[in-house]
């Protein structure tokens, strides 16, 4: 773990309670928890705070946390997900050892289970149409009432949930239902459904089955096996927790399992559901699941997001029982706090403007001594030759400059940091009237933050690039996605609309010093001023390098 994990005052109240249990000696002291994600889509940044919350907590008591695909829905699945969420959550350096599951695993053992339900008298087998089983549910203020089909003995529902099995009806023909009670007053004890028919090609069982159980059936009970000792899930399961128990209790594994809830994150100015996300990615909105603007762990990360700064922002955030929306600033802060001790100082230009210093020898140049970190000495320093020409942003000069602009314009000083002082002497520009080239000379005795006697002080250094010693090179600066700070607040209003259109600027005529070409992908970087950047892994190479702004130095958003 970095320098920079931190933890809040005191232990959050889940660990209170796993304290507890553990002095209590309950499950033998053991703490088992998982992270149970469906294969339906790429892991988000909510999903890495519970991926933080269980895989930490097992670290932290010595015990282990499972990876369990919660793969019931064969129409949305697919190992393409199952992949990427495994690697995804390496990559944020968690481990689960040999606990690998899924729930397709049980799919054997939870239809035994079913089928002791039913001998108990406990599930049956209902024929109402998905229609008439919405209307029998009633609602919050009316109970509902007994389906037609629900006192049917245990040898029929045995026969019939048999040949569901075997393939002999249609999909919404019938279901298994557990018997409970349609007059409860939470709605999810009211004969919920347990089973039900999809003819479809499930990524792992195949054909083999065409009955699959729902997630209230199958969690608690994969829990079960599992020996899940805390089993932590988002607030909106809560009132799902009395079905959880009554399902754990009845199916008798001999293991009880306690589900604890907890508040989903909520970013502003980001949406998270996967729904949303495949939306976004389907209707081009952006380049894919791992555009750097998506909330997607892949997209974090290839934006240049660390792993210890997402455990870091997890870490720093909490967990509580409270819904809440954070503030999308802590998130940044933290990838700024982790990239601003680890990621070395190089120039680049965004938009350069070719600079002649015309005092300066031509074919002659000399080599600077530039530091990687101005506050790490250990980083240590690299070489920047300067010479004839030179490279400055173009938002570092302007041609009628207000009073508090300290930098380059028509007659004006600026310094050129670790270089020398130079003057503005003659702007050239083309018929449009774009400068194309300064014309400048430079003062030698200025080098090194030197001001010499007589001479006023310079207010602006900025950054440059040499003409010899820097390449062409593609940067992507990389904004929020979305310019409203709820994006999903109004829903008559398509939150696609809210699409932040600067969220993506691409600077195709930028320049690097040389030596970044050879970086390796994902290579972080402070450019000097500008931000923090991280090579493209998928479109840096050596003969086209490509960087994206990963973050501003500052926060830009703050009102
Ligand atoms: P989505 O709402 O994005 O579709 P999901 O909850 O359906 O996500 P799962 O794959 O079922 O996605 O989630 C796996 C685990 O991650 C669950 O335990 C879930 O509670 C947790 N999780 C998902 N989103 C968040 C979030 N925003 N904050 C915290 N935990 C989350
Ligand atoms: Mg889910």
């Not at 018997?179 to 459904?193: F, T, V």
């Not at 347990?194 to 997630?215: F, K, M, N, V």
């Not at 380049?287 to 870091?312: A, H, N, Q, V």
């Not at 600027?505 to 931000?531: D, H, I, S």
Request: charge should be negative; glycine fraction near 6%; charged fraction near 30%.
């Amino acid at each position: 773990m970095s320098h920079l994990e931190e933890h809040a005052p005191g232990p959050n109240f889940i660990k209170q309670i796993i304290l507890k249990d553990r002095d209590a000696g309950k499950h033998g002291g053991q703490i088992v928890t998982r992270f149970p994600p469906e294969p339906n889509g790429h892991l988000h940044i909510g999903h890495a705070k519970a991926i933080c919350l269980n895989f930490s907590l097992a670290q932290e008591f010595g015990g282990r946390c499972h990876l369990r695909y919660d793969d019931t829905n064969p129409v949305a699945e697919d190992p393409a997900y199952v992949a990427s969420i495994a690697e995804d959550i390496q990559w944020m350096g968690f481990s689960w050892g040999d606990h690998l599951y899924h729930a397709s695993d049980y799919f054997e053992q939870l239809y035994d289970i079913a089928c002791e339900l039913i001998d108990k008298g406990l599930a049956y087998v209902d024929d109402l149409t998905p229609d008439q089983i919405r209307e029998y549910r009633g609602t919050l203020t009316e109970p509902g009432k007994n389906s037609p089909y629900r006192d049917r003995s245990v040898q029929e529902n045995i026969d019939l949930f048999r040949r569901m099995r075997a393939g002999e009806y249609k999909e919404g023909e019938r279901v298994l239902r557990l018997k409970i009670d349609m007059a409860s007053p939470n709605m999810n004890m009211r004969d919920p459904l347990i089973y039900r028919i999809r003819y479809a090609t499930h990524q792992r069982t195949g054909d083999e089955w065409c009955i699959y159980p729902l997630y209230d059936y199958t969690h608690c009970l994969s829990d079960a096996f599992e020996g899940i000792t805390h089993s932590l899930c988002t607030l909106e399961f809560e009132d799902h927790r009395p079905l959880y128990d009554w399902v754990v209790a009845k199916a008798e594994t001999g293991h009880i399992p306690r589900q604890i809830e907890f508040a989903r994150l909520n970013l502003d100015y980001t949406v998270t559901s996967k729904r949303k996300l495949l939306e976004l990615v389907n209707e081009g909105m952006c380049s894919g699941w791992d555009d750097p603007r998506m909330p997607t762990i892949k997209g974090l990360r290839r934006r240049g997001y660390t792993p210890e700064s997402i455990r870091l922002f997890c870490d720093r955030i909490g967990i509580t029982k409270k819904d809440s929306t954070i503030d999308v600033g802590m998130l940044e802060a933290a990838i700024r706090d982790d990239l601003n001790a680890k990621a070395e100082r190089r120039f680049a230009v965004l938009d350069p403007i070719k600079v002649t210093i015309t005092n300066y020898p031509e074919n002659e140049w000399e080599e600077l001594d530039v530091p990687n970190h101005p506050q790490n000495e250990a980083m240590g320093t690299r070489k920047l030759p300067f010479g004839r020409v030179v490279y400055i942003d173009r938002d570092d000069f302007m041609m009628d400059p207000p009073k508090k602009f300290f930098r380059l314009g028509p007659d004006r000083d600026v310094r050129l940091r670790y270089a020398y002082v130079i003057h503005c002497d003659e702007v050239i520009q083309d018929a449009e009237g774009h400068v194309t080239e300064l014309k400048c000379t430079y003062r030698k005795d200025t080098f090194g933050g030197v001001t010499p006697e007589g001479m006023k002080k310079v207010k602006g250094i900025i950054h440059w690039l040499p003409e010899q010693g820097s390449v062409p090179a593609e940067v992507r600066v990389y904004d929020r996605l979305f310019k409203e700070q709820n994006p999903v607040k109004d829903k008559a209003v398509d939150y696609k609309t809210h699409i932040n259109p600067e969220s993506l600027l691409v600077m195709k005529n930028a320049r690097v010093e040389a030596g970044m070409a050879e970086a390796a992908p994902e290579t972080r970087y402070q450019f000097e001023r500008l931000g923090f950047f991280t090579s493209d892994w998928r479109d840096h190479s050596k003969s086209t390098p490509v960087f994206n702004r990963t973050v501003t130095l500052r926060d830009t958003w703050k009102k």
